[in-house]
């Protein structure tokens, strides 16, 4: 791949990246599209990348489907596709890691310690390794997309950076490859995340201000039964990830919650100088 990426730089040619981990839906589509224009060749990674995972969690069921994923990326659009393996993104001696201090500790960083370490090392690496100009990420994964932007700008990384709109199911639920862990009754459950999120959104854009409210008619519609299990459900200012108490302009609020075993998350930006659109085919 490095080999490649130098052919491709000395040609002038600039690659556009979208890094994954498989198991590809519309959501990782869409960012390939974003990036339509932005470069001349397209390039995916597929990398379950096992020092995101904290003990416990589902790296060894993630799903994987890599011929699935072939035949989509190349119907996409797709001009290059790097697999690597474990041994190669960390061979044996391995020791250097990326630590993003203050955007990696709240929200999901205080329930997946060190998540956000294993994201920026390998993103890192994957950024080197493809000689990337740009790179796509998804605005689903929000906290993340702070953080690897935020290494972007410290480090001086040369990587323009692009953030995609969450994509959605017909009934609003963001599109994860974990949604695949859902029973059928999870998944009719899983239909109350959008729909706390687009209630908070209604509340921003009629001009309630208090964080607090908000957050407990969240609650309200999510975990009546108690079968959703919130993790965490926060309203922060959307570039510090700090906590915040008023909606101001704009905040951002975001939400952990645990489907049986299923840790889905997902966000949204509120607030009457926030300017997103109703979450479709959800009925609050
Ligand atoms: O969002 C993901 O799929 C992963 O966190 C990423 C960015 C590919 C790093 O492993």
Known sequence: MSSHALKLRREGVRVGLVPTMGCLHEGHLSLLRLLDGRCDRKAASIFVNPI???EGEDLDKYPRDEAHDLELLAENGCNL???PDVQEMYPEDFQTYIEVEKLSKPLCGQFRPGHFRGVATVVNRLFNLTGCSVAAFGLKDYQQARVVER???DLNLPVELVFG????ESDGLAMSSRNAYLS???RELAVRIPTALEWARRQGENGVDDCGLIRDGMLTILNPLLKIKVQYLSAVDPMTLE???EV????????AAFIGRTRLIDNIRIGPGSGTKPIKGVSV
Request: aromatic share 8%; hydrophobic share 45%; no cysteine.
């Open 248 to 255: 101001g302009g704009s905040v951002q609020i975001l939400l």
């Open 243 to 245: 906590p915040r108490s």
């Open 151 to 153: 290494m972007v700008e």
């Open 184 to 186: 059928a009754e999870e």
């Open 81 to 83: 596709v790097f697999i």
């Open 165 to 168: 709109e969450t994509v959605r």
């Open 52 to 54: 995101q995972f904290g």
